[in-house]
């Protein structure tokens, strides 16, 4: 397993931007696949991001896609999530996930009890 931590969560205005990080420590950063993942109070905790090990796929729920960009850097042991055109539903406890196994196939679904390893979570409250 790798320690997470998350980092960047604060409050913004609607129509704002924030870029969430989460940094690793452990082996083996750069065979895991990382995602992001939120829940608001009263919800499930849902999918947002992801990104496999290689860096080559990126995975995004309908409702982030083209406000939402994952990115990593393995020299860092670091993943990101640049958020963009936030919104009020956007709002949520955002918590960095990692998936040891490797060549998980998620075209089919993802779903968090597919990752191994889990940050304490950074608050994210987007205000109209």
């Known amino acids: 397993q790798v320690h997470l931590v998350e980092f960047g969560g604060r409050w913004v205005q609607a129509g704002g931007s924030l870029r969430l990080a989460c940094e690793a420590s452990g082996y083996s950063f750069d065979t895991y696949n990382l995602g992001w993942f939120r829940q608001a109070p009263g919800k499930d905790r849902e999918f947002v991001a992801l990104?496999?090990?290689?860096?080559?796929?990126?995975y995004y729920t309908d409702s982030v896609k083209g406000r939402f960009t994952i990115s990593r850097d393995n020299a860092r042991n670091a993943v990101y999530l640049q958020m963009n055109s936030l919104k009020p539903e956007d709002t949520a406890l955002y918590y960095c996930a990692a998936d040891a196994y490797s060549f998980r196939d998620y075209d089919v679904s993802i779903n968090p009890a597919q990752f191994d390893s889990w940050g304490q979570g950074t608050q994210v409250t987007v205000s109209s």
């Open positions: 990104i496999t090990w290689t860096g080559d796929k990126t």
